[in-house]
Structures are given as structure tokens and as C-alpha cells.
């Protein structure tokens, strides 16, 4: 559940820069952006292998 939030967090953290580059064309929120959606890929794919993980320890 820890990853879990950190995931909000890390959505909620890169609203900002998007709103920066959607809105007003800053380049360099974009790249925020980017790195954020990068970071937030990997820490969805941490969950993914911690559900997982739980899951199968509860079938045995």
C-alpha cells in the first residue's frame, strides 16, 4: 500500500509542470513531465509485481 501512495503523490506532483506545458507551452515542464510519467511507470510496475506476489502467496 506504501508504493500505492506514492503513486498519488507522484501523479499529483507533476500536475503543475503539466498544466505548465499544456497550457502554456513551457518546454521545459514538458520534460518534467516526461521524467514524472517515466517514474510513475516504473513505480506502477512495482505494484503490479507486489499484487502479484500477494496474490500468489494466498493461493498456497
Not at 517515466?38 to 496474490?55: C, G, M, P, S, Y
Request: charge should be positive; aromatic fraction near 4%; proline fraction near 0%.
Amino acid at each position: 500500500m506504501e508504493n500505492y501512495t506514492k503513486l498519488k503523490e507522484l501523479v499529483a506532483s507533476i500536475e503543475a509542470d503539466a498544466e505548465k506545458f499544456f497550457n502554456n507551452g513551457n518546454s521545459a515542464a514538458g520534460t518534467r513531465v516526461r521524467k514524472g510519467l517515466q517514474d510513475i511507470k516504473t513505480l506502477a510496475q512495482d505494484i503490479r509485481n507486489e499484487v502479484t506476489a500477494k496474490k500468489n502467496v494466498e493461493k498456497k
